[in-house]
């Protein structure tokens, strides 16, 4: 025992508060023509791993646009139907 080497323990590291932020966090900005940006990685990552031509894939999209709040805060911000709405590269036409 006396040979073995002495144990090495570890203290966690400081997370920045940045870090710590909500994974699912988005802004919404609203664009001189009347359009919407979403900034959101989550839900740019579900855009790349999804197949939007795909019924499912699609309405799995719009649920989570409706589970992070996105959708509400569109409202709040006055969008109307047939407004164009961007999620990164994605571009749909809001539809109430």
Known sequence: M????PVITYEPDFMPEEAQRDPRAFTVTRRDDGS???ASAFLEGILAGSDIDDYESLQ??????ADTGVL???????VKENDTVRVGDFEFDYIF
């Open 2 to 5: 006396k040979e073995l080497p």
């Open 36 to 38: 919407f940006d979403v």
């Open 60 to 65: 799995y999209f719009q649920r989570q646009l």
């Open 72 to 78: 509400e805060k569109l409202t709040e911000m006055g």
